[in-house]
Protein backbone atom coordinates (compact mmCIF):
# COMPACT_ATOMS: atom_id res chain seq x y z
CA UNK A 1 0.00 0.00 0.00
CA UNK A 2 1.55 3.42 -1.10
CA UNK A 3 2.02 5.83 2.23
CA UNK A 4 -0.60 7.94 0.72
CA UNK A 5 -2.84 5.56 1.42
CA UNK A 6 -2.06 3.91 4.77
CA UNK A 7 -4.86 3.87 7.24
CA UNK A 8 -4.94 6.83 9.83
CA UNK A 9 -4.05 5.70 13.42
CA UNK A 10 -6.70 6.17 15.81
CA UNK A 11 -4.31 7.41 18.84
CA UNK A 12 -3.06 10.36 17.17
CA UNK A 13 -6.99 11.34 16.35
CA UNK A 14 -8.43 14.34 18.72
CA UNK A 15 -11.90 14.96 19.00
CA UNK A 16 -12.98 18.68 20.37
CA UNK A 17 -16.76 19.89 19.68
CA UNK A 18 -16.76 22.74 17.29
CA UNK A 19 -16.07 26.02 19.76
CA UNK A 20 -15.33 29.53 18.39
CA UNK A 21 -11.63 29.03 18.75
CA UNK A 22 -11.05 26.42 16.39
CA UNK A 23 -9.87 26.90 12.73
CA UNK A 24 -12.00 25.51 10.19
CA UNK A 25 -11.34 27.91 7.10
CA UNK A 26 -8.39 25.29 5.77
CA UNK A 27 -11.01 22.64 5.68
CA UNK A 28 -12.04 21.45 2.00
CA UNK A 29 -14.21 18.69 0.92
CA UNK A 30 -15.40 17.93 -2.86
CA UNK A 31 -18.70 18.32 -1.58
CA UNK A 32 -18.92 22.10 -1.43
CA UNK A 33 -21.96 22.01 0.46
CA UNK A 34 -20.29 19.98 3.60
CA UNK A 35 -18.03 22.22 3.53
CA UNK A 36 -20.17 25.61 3.74
CA UNK A 37 -22.28 23.35 6.65
CA UNK A 38 -19.27 23.50 8.57
CA UNK A 39 -17.96 26.86 8.20
CA UNK A 40 -21.59 28.68 8.07
CA UNK A 41 -23.66 26.77 10.34
CA UNK A 42 -22.33 23.89 12.15
CA UNK A 43 -21.40 26.18 15.47
CA UNK A 44 -24.91 28.27 14.97
CA UNK A 45 -26.81 25.21 15.13
CA UNK A 46 -25.08 23.82 18.21
CA UNK A 47 -25.51 26.73 20.11
CA UNK A 48 -29.23 26.38 19.00
CA UNK A 49 -29.24 22.98 20.33
CA UNK A 50 -30.39 21.44 17.05
CA UNK A 51 -26.83 19.53 16.32
CA UNK A 52 -23.32 18.67 18.10
CA UNK A 53 -20.82 18.95 15.75
CA UNK A 54 -17.31 17.15 16.51
CA UNK A 55 -13.74 18.03 14.59
CA UNK A 56 -11.61 15.25 13.85
CA UNK A 57 -7.69 16.46 14.41
CA UNK A 58 -4.55 14.67 13.25
CA UNK A 59 -1.83 15.10 15.66
CA UNK A 60 -3.86 18.27 17.48
CA UNK A 61 -3.17 19.85 14.46
CA UNK A 62 -4.68 18.76 11.23
CA UNK A 63 -8.36 18.91 10.36
CA UNK A 64 -8.96 15.74 8.66
CA UNK A 65 -12.92 15.38 9.40
CA UNK A 66 -16.19 16.14 11.28
CA UNK A 67 -19.27 15.05 12.01
CA UNK A 68 -22.41 16.21 12.68
CA UNK A 69 -25.07 14.27 15.34
CA UNK A 70 -28.64 14.66 16.20
CA UNK A 71 -31.23 13.04 17.56
CA UNK A 72 -33.92 11.71 15.32
CA UNK A 73 -36.29 8.84 14.86
CA UNK A 74 -37.25 5.77 12.75
CA UNK A 75 -40.57 5.45 11.64
CA UNK A 76 -41.46 1.00 11.07
CA UNK A 77 -42.61 0.45 7.90
CA UNK A 78 -43.01 -2.39 5.40
CA UNK A 79 -40.92 -5.14 5.57
CA UNK A 80 -38.99 -3.24 8.56
CA UNK A 81 -42.12 -2.94 10.42
CA UNK A 82 -43.08 -6.81 9.72
CA UNK A 83 -40.02 -7.87 11.59
CA UNK A 84 -40.05 -5.93 15.04
CA UNK A 85 -43.77 -6.89 14.90
CA UNK A 86 -42.41 -10.44 14.49
CA UNK A 87 -39.68 -9.90 17.57
CA UNK A 88 -42.93 -8.13 19.54
CA UNK A 89 -42.46 -4.90 18.96
CA UNK A 90 -45.27 -2.86 18.09
CA UNK A 91 -44.38 0.85 17.78
CA UNK A 92 -44.85 2.96 15.20
CA UNK A 93 -41.39 4.83 15.49
CA UNK A 94 -38.27 3.96 17.09
CA UNK A 95 -35.56 6.23 18.43
CA UNK A 96 -32.36 6.73 16.95
CA UNK A 97 -29.30 8.77 16.34
CA UNK A 98 -28.96 10.85 13.35
CA UNK A 99 -25.50 10.92 11.54
CA UNK A 100 -26.28 14.59 10.09
CA UNK A 101 -23.48 15.56 8.43
CA UNK A 102 -20.12 13.56 7.69
CA UNK A 103 -17.22 14.71 5.66
CA UNK A 104 -13.54 13.67 5.33
CA UNK A 105 -11.18 16.22 4.13
CA UNK A 106 -10.30 16.20 0.39
CA UNK A 107 -6.35 15.66 1.78
CA UNK A 108 -7.36 12.42 3.79
CA UNK A 109 -9.65 10.47 2.07
CA UNK A 110 -9.55 6.48 2.12
CA UNK A 111 -7.61 6.10 4.79
CA UNK A 112 -10.30 5.13 7.51
CA UNK A 113 -11.45 8.04 8.98
CA UNK A 114 -14.79 7.89 7.67
CA UNK A 115 -15.00 4.24 9.33
CA UNK A 116 -13.45 5.54 12.37
CA UNK A 117 -16.00 8.37 12.57
CA UNK A 118 -19.24 5.56 12.45
CA UNK A 119 -17.40 3.97 15.21
CA UNK A 120 -17.53 6.79 17.37
CA UNK A 121 -21.13 7.25 16.78
CA UNK A 122 -22.10 3.84 17.68
CA UNK A 123 -20.16 4.59 20.91
CA UNK A 124 -22.17 7.43 21.58
CA UNK A 125 -25.14 5.44 20.81
CA UNK A 126 -24.48 3.20 23.79
CA UNK A 127 -23.54 5.82 25.95
CA UNK A 128 -26.74 7.03 25.59
CA UNK A 129 -28.38 3.83 25.67
CA UNK A 130 -26.41 2.75 28.60
CA UNK A 131 -26.87 5.76 30.81
CA UNK A 132 -29.68 7.80 29.80
CA UNK A 133 -32.05 6.90 27.29
CA UNK A 134 -33.77 4.58 24.67
CA UNK A 135 -31.59 4.64 21.13
CA UNK A 136 -31.98 1.52 18.50
CA UNK A 137 -30.84 2.86 15.08
CA UNK A 138 -28.67 5.23 13.83
CA UNK A 139 -29.50 6.87 11.03
CA UNK A 140 -28.42 9.29 7.59
CA UNK A 141 -29.63 10.43 4.55
CA UNK A 142 -26.97 9.37 1.90
CA UNK A 143 -26.54 11.63 -0.97
CA UNK A 144 -26.64 9.39 -4.19
CA UNK A 145 -23.87 10.20 -7.25
CA UNK A 146 -23.55 9.02 -10.47
CA UNK A 147 -20.88 5.94 -9.01
CA UNK A 148 -22.97 5.52 -5.61
CA UNK A 149 -19.65 5.94 -3.84
CA UNK A 150 -21.21 7.14 -0.51
CA UNK A 151 -23.71 4.06 -0.72
CA UNK A 152 -20.84 1.92 -1.17
CA UNK A 153 -19.62 3.25 1.81
CA UNK A 154 -22.46 2.80 4.18
CA UNK A 155 -23.39 -0.16 3.26
CA UNK A 156 -20.01 -1.50 3.99
CA UNK A 157 -20.69 -0.02 7.56
CA UNK A 158 -23.40 -2.03 7.20
CA UNK A 159 -26.09 0.54 7.00
CA UNK A 160 -29.22 -0.91 4.80
CA UNK A 161 -31.11 1.51 2.41
CA UNK A 162 -34.74 2.46 3.48
CA UNK A 163 -37.25 3.25 0.42
CA UNK A 164 -36.47 6.05 -1.14
CA UNK A 165 -38.12 9.52 -0.07
CA UNK A 166 -37.00 12.04 -2.80
CA UNK A 167 -34.66 12.01 -5.41
CA UNK A 168 -31.04 11.79 -5.06
CA UNK A 169 -31.29 10.68 -1.18
CA UNK A 170 -31.52 7.60 0.25
CA UNK A 171 -32.48 7.06 4.02
CA UNK A 172 -30.30 4.47 5.36
CA UNK A 173 -30.20 2.90 9.17
CA UNK A 174 -28.04 0.52 11.35
CA UNK A 175 -29.82 -1.63 14.00
CA UNK A 176 -27.50 -1.18 16.98
CA UNK A 177 -28.80 -4.34 18.21
CA UNK A 178 -28.07 -6.84 15.93
CA UNK A 179 -24.84 -5.26 14.37
CA UNK A 180 -22.91 -4.28 17.50
CA UNK A 181 -21.16 -7.59 17.37
CA UNK A 182 -18.82 -6.55 14.08
CA UNK A 183 -18.17 -3.43 15.15
CA UNK A 184 -16.97 -2.82 18.15
C1 LIG B 1 -17.94 9.12 2.38
C2 LIG B 1 -16.69 9.48 3.16
C3 LIG B 1 -17.07 10.08 4.52
C4 LIG B 1 -15.83 8.22 3.39
O1 LIG B 1 -14.72 8.56 4.23
P1 LIG B 1 -13.29 7.85 4.09
O2 LIG B 1 -12.49 8.19 5.29
O3 LIG B 1 -12.69 8.20 2.78
O4 LIG B 1 -13.71 6.30 4.09
P2 LIG B 1 -12.85 5.03 4.61
O5 LIG B 1 -11.41 5.22 4.29
O6 LIG B 1 -13.19 4.76 6.03
O7 LIG B 1 -13.48 3.92 3.66
C5 LIG B 1 -13.95 2.66 4.11
C6 LIG B 1 -14.41 1.86 2.92
O8 LIG B 1 -15.56 2.47 2.31
C7 LIG B 1 -15.49 2.32 0.88
N1 LIG B 1 -15.33 3.63 0.23
C8 LIG B 1 -14.97 4.82 0.81
N2 LIG B 1 -14.93 5.80 -0.11
C9 LIG B 1 -15.27 5.24 -1.28
C10 LIG B 1 -15.39 5.72 -2.61
N3 LIG B 1 -15.16 7.01 -2.91
N4 LIG B 1 -15.74 4.86 -3.58
C11 LIG B 1 -15.97 3.56 -3.33
N5 LIG B 1 -15.88 3.02 -2.07
C12 LIG B 1 -15.52 3.86 -1.08
C13 LIG B 1 -14.27 1.46 0.59
O9 LIG B 1 -14.68 0.11 0.58
C14 LIG B 1 -13.38 1.78 1.79
O10 LIG B 1 -12.46 0.76 2.10
P3 LIG B 1 -11.04 0.69 1.30
O11 LIG B 1 -10.52 2.09 1.18
O12 LIG B 1 -10.21 -0.17 2.20
O13 LIG B 1 -11.37 0.09 -0.02
C15 LIG B 1 -15.78 10.49 2.34
O14 LIG B 1 -15.66 10.00 1.02
C16 LIG B 1 -16.33 11.90 2.28
O15 LIG B 1 -16.16 12.68 3.21
N6 LIG B 1 -16.96 12.26 1.16
C17 LIG B 1 -17.45 13.62 0.96
C18 LIG B 1 -18.58 13.94 1.84
C19 LIG B 1 -19.73 12.98 1.75
O16 LIG B 1 -20.13 12.58 0.67
N7 LIG B 1 -20.24 12.63 2.94
C20 LIG B 1 -21.41 11.79 3.07
C21 LIG B 1 -22.64 12.62 2.99
S1 LIG B 1 -24.08 11.63 2.90
Same mark, same amino acid.
Given at each position: ?11 E?T ?10 K ?8 L ?15 I ?7 L ?16 N ?17 S?P??K ?8 R???R????L ?10 Q???R?S??R???L ?25 ? %? ?6 F ?5 ? %???L
Open positions: MSESLSKINPNIIERITEKHNIDFQSYEKETKFLVEDALENQKKRSVTYLWFRNDELVGYITVLNDRILEGDLKTGFREKGIQYHLAIIGRLCVDNFLRGVGTMIDFVIRIAFVYEYGCFLVDAKRNKENEVIHFYKKQRFIALKERE %KGITPMFDLVNNI %KFR
